[in-house]
Each structure stands twice: as structure tokens, then as C-alpha cells.
């Protein structure tokens, strides 16, 4: 029988699984592109930023439970390969996270308030939806911005970011040391 917080689970490795999907997709020559209209963002800097919420997000929530946050990235010099592991790592910590709020009644360990802190929700369900929104906000901006630069993702890739069923699979299969 599935435990009742899976579902939320599966979830995050869902779009965790998505985010890392997109970026080790990313063609080599878009890395370095400048995002339209934002000549000093480029689409490496949105990624890294991906990695770099996801650590401040557990600097406020994973405190409580012990969860060692990832070493940042730099979002001018990281580079793909670098980026997919400290996806991969930041991604599995979060699952920890999420894990811990779970078994601790929804909330996160050592947060006082249950609910809203500023943007950021303290309760997992809202957390998740909170997080989920965020990734995929971002992923919209780069498929947008590949086009936009005259660059369009290939359709395997664009199609790939709503394959949830594999991408949950692989998320599964991935699980080393850090995906639990």
C-alpha cells in the first residue's frame, strides 16, 4: 500500500527529474546565450538558478531536520555537467526535506509557523506546489527563450518535459546516496 505523503513525493521527483531532464538537454551553444530582452542573464544563469533557490529554500526549511544544504554554483561559470549533479543533489535533498515535514505532520521540522513565512509556505503540500510552480515557471522561460534566440529546443526535448511517467522512472532509477 502506498504511504499517504508518496504521492507529494513523487511530485517533487517528478519536477526535479523534469529540471534535470531540460538542462542536460540544453544544447551546448544556448549555454552561454544571452535570454532575450536581459543581455546579462543567459540561459546557464537561469539554470543555476534553479540549484541556487532550491538551497535557499532549504537555508529556511531543512535546518530543523539536520539536511546539509549543497554547495552553491556559479551562475556564470557552472558548467552543464556540473549543474546536472548539483541538480541531482539539491533535488534528493529536497526529497529529505520533504520526507522529514512529512513524518513531522506536514511542517517542517524546527519552523515555527505552519503556513506562510513571507513567499515561502512552511507546510510540505504547499511547499511542493510552491517549488513545483517555480521550476516550471523557469523551465517555460528557457524553451520560450530558445525559440525566441532563433534556437527551439528539438520537439524530443519540449515533448520529454511532460513524459512524467519517465521521468519518475528514471528519478527512481537514479537514487544514489543523496536520492533516497
Given at each position: 500500500?502506498?504511504?499517504?505523503?508518496?504521492?507529494?513525493?513523487?511530485?517533487?521527483?517528478?519536477?526535479?527529474?523534469?529540471?534535470?531532464?531540460?538542462?542536460?538537454?540544453?544544447p551546448?551553444?544556448?549555454?552561454?546565450?544571452?535570454?532575450?530582452g536581459?543581455?546579462r542573464?543567459?540561459?546557464?544563469?537561469?539554470?543555476?538558478?534553479?540549484?541556487?533557490?532550491?538551497?535557499?529554500?532549504?537555508?529556511?526549511?531543512?535546518t530543523?531536520?539536520?539536511i546539509?544544504?549543497?554547495?552553491?554554483v556559479?551562475?556564470?561559470?557552472?558548467?552543464?555537467?556540473?549543474?546536472?549533479?548539483?541538480?541531482?543533489?539539491?533535488?534528493?535533498?529536497?526529497?529529505?526535506?520533504?520526507?522529514?515535514?512529512?513524518?513531522?505532520?506536514?511542517?517542517?521540522?524546527?519552523?515555527?509557523?505552519?503556513?506562510?513565512?513571507?513567499?515561502?509556505p512552511?507546510?510540505?503540500?504547499?511547499?511542493?506546489?510552491?517549488?513545483?510552480?517555480?521550476?516550471?515557471?523557469?523551465r517555460?522561460?528557457?524553451?520560450?527563450?530558445?525559440?525566441?534566440?532563433?534556437?527551439?529546443?528539438?520537439?524530443?526535448?519540449?515533448?520529454?518535459?511532460?513524459?512524467?511517467?519517465?521521468?519518475?522512472?528514471?528519478?527512481?532509477?537514479?537514487?544514489?546516496?543523496?536520492?533516497?
Amino acid at each position: 500500500m502506498t504511504e499517504p505523503g508518496e504521492p507529494l513525493l513523487d511530485a517533487w521527483r517528478i519536477n526535479a527529474r523534469v529540471t534535470s531532464f531540460l538542462v542536460e538537454s540544453l544544447p551546448a551553444d544556448l549555454w552561454s546565450a544571452s535570454l532575450p530582452g536581459s543581455p546579462r542573464r543567459t540561459f546557464r544563469s537561469l539554470a543555476a538558478h534553479l540549484h541556487n533557490s532550491r538551497r535557499l529554500w532549504m537555508r529556511s526549511l531543512a535546518t530543523g531536520a539536520g539536511i546539509p544544504l549543497p554547495a552553491p554554483v556559479d551562475r556564470l561559470g557552472v558548467t552543464p555537467a556540473a549543474l546536472a549533479a548539483a541538480l541531482g543533489e539539491s533535488g534528493g535533498r529536497i526529497l529529505l526535506m520533504l520526507e522529514a515535514g512529512l513524518a513531522n505532520g506536514c511542517s517542517f521540522p524546527g519552523v515555527s509557523r505552519p503556513f506562510f513565512y513571507g513567499a515561502m509556505p512552511r507546510n510540505v503540500a504547499l511547499f511542493v506546489a510552491y517549488a513545483v510552480s517555480h521550476e516550471a515557471h523557469h523551465r517555460g522561460q528557457v524553451v520560450l527563450s530558445g525559440g525566441a534566440v532563433g534556437r527551439p529546443l528539438p520537439q524530443e526535448v519540449t515533448a520529454g518535459l511532460w513524459q512524467w511517467s519517465a521521468r519518475v522512472r528514471e528519478a527512481r532509477v537514479l537514487r544514489g546516496p543523496h536520492l533516497v
